[in-house]
T-cell receptor
Framework: AQSVTQPDIHITVSEGASLELRCNYS??????LFWYVQSPGQGLQLLLK??????LVQGIKGFEAEFKRSQSSFNLRKPSVHWSDAAEYFC????????????FGRGTSLIVHP | GAGVSQSPRYKVAKRGQDVALRCDPI?????LFWYQQALGQGPEFLTY????????KSGLPSDRFFAERPEGSVSTLKIQRTQQEDSAVYLC?????????????FGPGTRLTVT
C-alpha cells in the first residue's frame, strides 16, 4: 500500500518570497502524484499532477512540482507567493493501473505574511 | 458550469441521532467518491460509486455508515446513531471516468459536529 508524508505542518513565508512544500511518498513503483489546495470552507482543487514523462510538472496558479524518484519526493514550488496562496496544501499518491483511490498526506498549512 | 455541491454545509447532531448528507455531482460524471476529513488530517476514502453501482465501500468505518446513489447522479451518505468520533468534514468528489487519470472535482464538504 502507498503512503504519503508531508513533514511540515505549518509553513510561514513573506509575500513575494519563494515557497517549497515537501512531500515524500512510499510506493513500490512510480506512482501517480498530485498536489491539491484547500482554502477555508472550500473543497480541494487540483493544482497539478504527475503520471509519467517530464519530471517537472507545471500547474495552475504559478505552481510547479518536481518528481525525484531517487528521493521518493514530489515537492511543490512557487517562485513568488501571493497573500491569496494562504491555504492548506495536500500531496496525494495513487497506485498505477486500475486504482481510483488517492492516499492523501495530512497537509501543510501555508501562512503568508504581508 | 456548476461544480459539485453538498448540503447541508454544516450539521450539528446529538449523539445517537441519524444524519443524511447530500452530494450533487457534476452532471454526466460517472464516478462519485465520499471522503472523511478529520480535523488536521487529509481526506480519507470512504466509498466509491460508478453510476448507481457502489463498487467499493472498503473505507466505511462501521456498519452505521451507508451510502447510496440510486439513479446514478445525486448521492446520500447516511450515518446512523452518530458518535462523537464521527465529527469530521465529509467531502464528495466526482469525476468523468474511472481511474486516477480522471480529475476528481471536490465539493465544499459538510462539516458534521456530534455533541
Amino acid at each position: 500500500a502507498q503512503s504519503v508524508t508531508q513533514p511540515d505542518i505549518h509553513i510561514t513565508v513573506s509575500e513575494g518570497a519563494s515557497l517549497e512544500l515537501r512531500c515524500n511518498y512510499s510506493y513500490g513503483a512510480t506512482p501517480y502524484l498530485f498536489w491539491y489546495v484547500q482554502s477555508p470552507g472550500q473543497g480541494l482543487q487540483l493544482l497539478l499532477k504527475y503520471f509519467s514523462g517530464d519530471t517537472l510538472v507545471q500547474g495552475i496558479k504559478g505552481f510547479e512540482a518536481e518528481f525525484k524518484r531517487s528521493q521518493s519526493s514530489f515537492n511543490l514550488r512557487k517562485p513568488s507567493v501571493h497573500w491569496s496562496d494562504a491555504a492548506e496544501y495536500f500531496c496525494a499518491v495513487g497506485a498505477t493501473g486500475g486504482s481510483y483511490i488517492p492516499t492523501f498526506g495530512r497537509g501543510t498549512s501555508l501562512i503568508v505574511h504581508p | 458550469g456548476a461544480g459539485v455541491s453538498q448540503s447541508p454545509r454544516y450539521k450539528v447532531a446529538k449523539r445517537g441521532q441519524d444524519v443524511a448528507l447530500r452530494c450533487d455531482p457534476i452532471s454526466g460524471h460517472v464516478s462519485l467518491f465520499w471522503y472523511q476529513q478529520a480535523l488536521g488530517q487529509g481526506p480519507e476514502f470512504l466509498t466509491y460509486f460508478q453510476n448507481e453501482a457502489q463498487l467499493d465501500k472498503s473505507g466505511l468505518p462501521s456498519d452505521r455508515f451507508f451510502a447510496e446513489r440510486p439513479e446514478g447522479s445525486v448521492s446520500t451518505l447516511k450515518i446512523q446513531r452518530t458518535q462523537q468520533e464521527d465529527s469530521a468534514v465529509y467531502l464528495c468528489a466526482s469525476s468523468l471516468g474511472t481511474g486516477l487519470r480522471y480529475e476528481q472535482y471536490f465539493g465544499p464538504g459538510t462539516r458534521l459536529t456530534v455533541t
